[in-house]
């Protein structure tokens, strides 16, 4: 941090947010560097407006300093796209303070929020009045509305009720010129031309911020059941899946599957948290019906699905929570796989999709060319199975230095992977967005058509390349 450069800018950013706001001593790393640990950046400041009024002015001062910035909310993000560079010119805009729910209209079943807003602090807004906000992810306790929607955050009920994106009816976003344009209408329909909104979503802090958003609601379930269940293969894991959209239908709002390696590391990192079933079937699954009737009801639906599911073979043993802090408990030992693996170390991580149809022979073919050309390699294997998508991790060889596997096999393997991906019909990015981790992988896998018009967007609506600059797009 170099309090010398730009003194005069830094100067009038003091003026606009309060000079508490604006950070440039001590120890930033928590806004400074990544979730993973990938980066250490440096900021010129870290800068925390408290309305909208005060970012478009904060921009303005950018663009008038030509000094670019950097939209971080939760800085929980996977990809390494919200912290800053290592140049220490830029300005990490941290949205947190903006964290106010502005109206929630229960006729219209929306919610009007901040950026900053941390998802759980809305859930359990919407929850104390009624409503349900579905977004969940296991990030959510620190995780904002702004950087969910900046990477179109998907988590674990995409299944039934979409990703950001499919939840967001509009947005009020602060340009790259600093102008505000508020698009909080709130409307399930409205043709009046480029839907500017979807430009936006998932732009990962390259085009605007998100200031605030108009979220959809529903209503709260009257009861949610969640069942673990042991499956003898991936394609078996795909036949309880097929089996469960038969018998739930809308019902089915959560279907997630770990391998028996990724629940190894959660026994062996969080001994506490009783992972069902010791032995070792090659898979598990968590799956949840929610059901707007009763909570018999959504048992018997759920009981009738195991039932059948086991007769055929499918699923080769099962519990049922009986209550919700064993739901909880059992969701709780799906989301622990991500800190489980970084204890365990730094690991390679590909957050891939593939049509459910095809990923039992994605991970057959893929698991054997990983380990013929990297021996050893332990695969971490786990994901949103309802939605297509796979945290197709790999951590490095019992023992092995994950620094040096990191450095030396990272490249390699995701060449391999991605490959394979590509093979397939899939995506490089199922949920988790481009950052600067996967810019240069995007370059190879998008094709050069998508890739002109988003370079043309960006240059439309961001001329100086001022708005999180080097992250999605090399230009
Ligand atoms: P940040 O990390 O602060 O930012 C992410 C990106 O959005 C950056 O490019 C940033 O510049 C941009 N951004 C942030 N705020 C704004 C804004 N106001 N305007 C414009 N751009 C902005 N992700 C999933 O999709 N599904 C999961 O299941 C999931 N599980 C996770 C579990 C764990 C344990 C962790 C650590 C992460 C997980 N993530 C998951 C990744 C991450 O939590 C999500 O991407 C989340 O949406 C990021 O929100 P954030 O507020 O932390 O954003
Ligand atoms: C999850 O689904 C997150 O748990 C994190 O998206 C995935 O760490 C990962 O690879
Ligand atoms: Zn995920």
Known sequence: ??????????????????????????????????????E???????????????????????AAAQISLVPQGGNTGMVVGS???????????????????????????????????????????CEAAGFLYPLSMASEGSCTVGGNLGTNAGGTQVVRYGNTRELCLGLEVVSAAGE??????????????????????????????ITAATMKLFPMPKAMMTAFASVPSLDAAVTLLGLAHQHLSAGLTGFEVMSAFALRLVRKHFPQLNVPFASDDPFCVVLEVSDHDSETHARTLLESLLEEALQSGCVLDAVVAGNITQA??????????????????????????????????FVRETDAAIQKAFPGARMVNYGHLGDGNLHYNVQAPEGADAEAFLRDQEKPMNALVYA????????????????????????????????????????????????NPGRVLKL
């Open 1 to 38: 941090m170099s309090q010398n450069k730009h003194p005069e800018f830094l100067q009038s950013l003091r003026t606009i947010v309060g000079a508490t706001n604006v950070l440039t001593e001590g120890d930033l790393s928590a806004w400074e560097r990544d979730w993973r640990k990938r």
């Open 40 to 62: 250490h950046g440096r900021a010129l400041a870290v800068v925390r407006p408290g309305n909208t009024d005060e970012v478009a002015r904060v921009v303005q001062a950018c």
């Open 83 to 125: 912290t800053p560079d290592t140049s220490g010119n830029q300005v990490l805009l941290s949205l947190t303070r903006m964290n106010r729910i502005r109206q929630l209209d229960a006729a219209n079943l929306t919610v009007t929020v901040e950026a900053g807003c941390v998802l759980q602090a809305l859930q359990e807004a």
């Open 180 to 209: 505000v344009w508020n698009g909080l209408s709130g409307l399930r329909k409205d043709n009046t031309g480029y839907d500017l909104r979807h430009l936006f979503i998932g732009s990962e802090g390259t085009l605007g911020v």
């Open 328 to 361: 909880r408990a059992l969701w709780h030992i799906r989301e622990s796989i991500p800190l489980a693996q970084a204890q365990e170390g730094l690991n390679i991580k590909h957050d891939i999709s593939i049509a459910v149809s095809r990923i039992p022979d």
């Open 420 to 467: 394979q991906v590509d093979r397939y019909n899939g995506s490089i990015s199922a949920e988790h967005g481009i950052g600067s981790l996967k810019r240069e992988k995007l370059a190879e896998h998008k094709s050069p058509v998508a890739l002109g018009m988003m370079r043309a967007i960006k240059q439309a609506l961001d001329p100086q390349n001022l708005m």
